[in-house]
């Protein structure tokens, strides 16, 4: 079946950390790709997307590269900041508008 | 413009009492989602409407939630009855229709239910 499966959390940075949540997928066609962030108290944000193959979506200095090859969008940041701490979702959109998560990743950043 | 609305943000019930969320979606989408969010979890999909038309509720517990979508642009989702396993978030999106690659999402409801 199709499915999102994304690094378990909590993942503790100190700021400036070099930032890595690996993401891979199991769909049938091709799916458009998705993370989506979700600060304390707030609802899901689009935080970046691709929609074919080798596409790189970036982001308030997030990037994530689409790798049909093997099936990855691993969601990567240079410095992290202590505003980033969130929960961290890797998505995938099937051609009938079904989005499906994967479990989510809580990110910490140290000050 | 406003995103996707929501109210309640919280709610507490007892089990077995009747509980309804809301949502308004972004003015003009055609789609509109219901989601539910266990603690810990992704989001999974309850339920999609394309206009006021139910196109995908195979994972809706229809013996004790229901949903509707009058003139294809609100939505309230309903438990009735409530049970303890029910405490979660429910998550209200919309997208503009059945080919975009953007979905937005309300601030969702919490549920608990004691």
């Known amino acids: 079946g199709n499915s999102v499966t994304q690094m378990e959390g909590p993942v503790t940075l100190s700021e400036e950390a070099f930032l890595t949540i690996n993401c891979t997928y199991t769909?049938?066609?091709?799916?458009?790709l998705f993370w989506y962030v979700q600060y304390p108290g707030e609802g899901l944000q689009l935080l970046l997307k691709?929609?074919?193959?080798?596409d790189k979506g970036s982001n308030k200095g997030f990037e994530a590269t689409y790798r049909k090859e093997t099936t990855s969008f691993h969601l990567e940041k240079g410095s992290v900041q202590v505003s980033d701490s969130a929960v961290y979702f890797c998505?995938?959109?099937?051609?009938?508008?079904?989005?499906?998560f994967g479990s989510g990743t809580r990110l910490s950043i140290r000050p | 413009e406003a995103g996707v609305v929501q109210s309640p943000r919280y709610k507490i019930i007892e089990k077995k009492q009747p509980v309804a969320f809301w949502c308004n979606p972004i003015s003009g989408h055609n789609t509109l989602y219901w989601y539910l969010q266990n603690l810990g979890q992704g989001p999974e999909l309850l339920i999609r409407?394309?206009?006021?038309?139910?196109?995908?509720d195979s994972q809706l517990p229809k013996d004790r939630f229901s949903a509707e979508r009058l003139k294809g642009v609100d939505s309230t989702l309903k438990i009735q009855p409530a049970e303890l396993g029910d405490s979660a978030v429910y998550l209200c999106?919309?997208?503009?229709?059945?080919?975009?690659?953007?979905?937005?999402f309300g601030q969702g409801t919490r549920l608990t239910v004691v």
């Open positions: 999106a919309s997208s503009l229709d059945t080919g975009s690659t953007e979905a937005f």
């Open positions: 691709a929609t074919k193959a080798d």
């Open positions: 409407y394309e206009n006021e038309e139910a196109v995908d």
């Open positions: 998505a995938l959109l099937l051609s009938a508008s079904k989005i499906i």
């Open positions: 769909a049938t066609g091709y799916p458009s």
